[in-house]
């Protein structure tokens, strides 16, 4: 079953993505669970698939994607957790490279990805997101899979003269994470460690590797994170990039506003969106 989240007519909500449009859940389910991550905390999956095999209510043209968790609790991105990876950025540290993105640094599938204007180094990271399903601290990794609801796909924008000493600046620009196009439920991914992830930029490979080459797997991420903090139903993981980053490219291959940038999962989809430059100013939000 794939989720994802919405707009449609400018109001928010969810539904399951079939081959021929969406089952829109909000409609039927919203009282009781009022986005996908309300869904998810209430264990209500099971309920949720009673309706896949109704008729499509949307297209998908239809509507505004939302990131797939557009309120998690918690972003937690790993880094360097690919062989080719560690060796472009010669990283020898032997402990998972953790740091964290925040909810508004997310956009959803076919919306724009933001270019900041501070930054002359946009680049590109395709990578694999792990949704959590069940709360859990302290979790072996044995029993660290039956925690994760879906998978989905991300493209960790980062501006890389704006790392620094650590990743924090360079990975928070508003609108440079692009998180969907919606999420696989696990029970169509048994072993997240045998996915092929490609990205590519104005139609060209620029990334490929197996989720089989990651140095931590999911279960193991799930181990060692909680070890450390909790985590809830609707956090995400986002697992890590394969090499070839535009960085590390001679020359340097950085995204540019009017660029398209693609990564595609198998048994999840692709996400794509297009590159614009961050506005001068954000928006004022007016309470109701």
């Given at each position: ?30 009282k009781r669970y009022v986005d996908l991550k309300a869904l998810l905390a209430s ?17 998908l043209s239809e509507v505004d994607f939302l990131p797939v968790i557009d309120n ?197 989809g692709c996400l794509s969106n297009q590159i614009a430059d961050a506005p001068l ?8």
């Amino acid at each position: 079953m794939k989720l994802a989240a919405y707009l449609f007519n400018g109001c928010r909500s969810y539904g399951i993505k079939t081959e021929n449009g969406i089952i829109d859940l909000g409609a039927r389910l919203g009282k009781r669970y009022v986005d996908l991550k309300a869904l998810l905390a209430s264990n209500a999956q099971a309920e949720a698939a009673e309706y896949q095999h109704h008729l499509p209510d949307l297209t998908l043209s239809e509507v505004d994607f939302l990131p797939v968790i557009d309120n998690p609790g918690k972003i937690i991105c790993v880094g360097m957790n690919y062989a080719d990876k560690r060796l472009e950025f010669n990283e020898q540290n032997p402990a998972p490279t953790l740091f964290v993105r925040f909810a508004d640094s997310q956009t959803g599938h076919l919306q724009p990805v933001l270019k900041p204007r501070y930054s002359a180094e946009f680049d590109y990271e395709g990578e694999l997101a792990v949704i959590i399903g069940r709360t859990g601290v302290n979790i072996p990794r044995e029993q660290a899979l039956a925690h994760v609801a879906g998978y989905s796909c991300y493209m960790d924008g980062s501006a890389r003269d704006w790392q620094h000493t650590w990743y924090t600046a360079g990975k928070n620009g508003r609108c440079t994470g692009a998180f969907g196009p919606w999420m696989t439920t696990c029970d169509e991914i048994p072993d997240p460690q045998k996915l092929t992830l490609v990205t590519r930029l104005n139609g060209q490979q620029v990334q490929q590797d197996s989720t089989c080459n990651m140095i931590y797997t999911v279960a193991a991420l799930i181990e060692y994170i909680s070890t450390f903090t909790s985590l809830s139903a609707g956090d995400v993981i986002i697992t890590g990039s394969p090499g070839g980053v535009g960085k590390k490219r001679t020359p340097p291959l950085f995204m540019h506003p009017g660029d398209r940038i693609e990564v595609e999962i198998e048994h999840i989809g692709c996400l794509s969106n297009q590159i614009a430059d961050a506005p001068l100013s954000v928006p004022e939000v007016v309470a109701a």
